[in-house]
């Protein structure tokens, strides 16, 4: 239902809602706050990348990756492939609902309000 009031109306759906829409089950995969947190972290990191050329993706990917080693030094080799292989899985879904949308997610925040899960996005567009 979202997808298609984007495509009728694209002003009149939120960057939130589109982050939801492409990263809402690798958030929810999170066991608490702090790692729902965590894991829309890498998705905005993701959304970002998707919006750059793809001539600077590797690249993005590349400095994603080493400061996520910089930050887990103890997780194992494939605790690293499969983040990778998260964070391109995500961009992939951004390009294909959204890859017309080029602006850049500044901030998000996790927060459960009465129970609900909530996600707030400061964005700014790209030139």
């Known amino acids: 239902m979202l997808s298609r009031l984007f ?3 694209p002003e009149k759906i939120r960057i939130s809602e589109m982050l939801i829409n492409v990263a809402g089950d690798y958030v929810a995969m ?3 706050i702090a790692d729902k947190q965590e894991l829309l972290n890498a998705a905005v990191s993701a959304w ?3 919006c750059l050329k793809s ?3 590797q690249e993005a990917i590349n400095k994603f990756m080493k400061e996520y080693k910089k ?3 103890r997780f194992s080799r494939n605790d690293f492939k499969d983040e990778e292989e998260n964070i391109k899985l995500l961009i992939k879904q ?3 609902r959204y890859p017309e949308v080029k602006v850049q997610i500044v901030n998000a925040i996790f ?3 009465n129970g609900k ?3 707030a996005v400061a964005s700014a567009r790209m030139e």
């Open 111 to 113: 927060q459960e309000i």
């Open 94 to 96: 951004k390009d294909k």
């Open 30 to 32: 999170g066991e608490d």
């Open 117 to 119: 899960s909530h996600i």
């Open 7 to 9: 495509e009728k109306n």
């Open 55 to 57: 001539d600077k993706r």
């Open 48 to 50: 970002n990348i998707a």
């Open 71 to 73: 930050l887990n030094p």
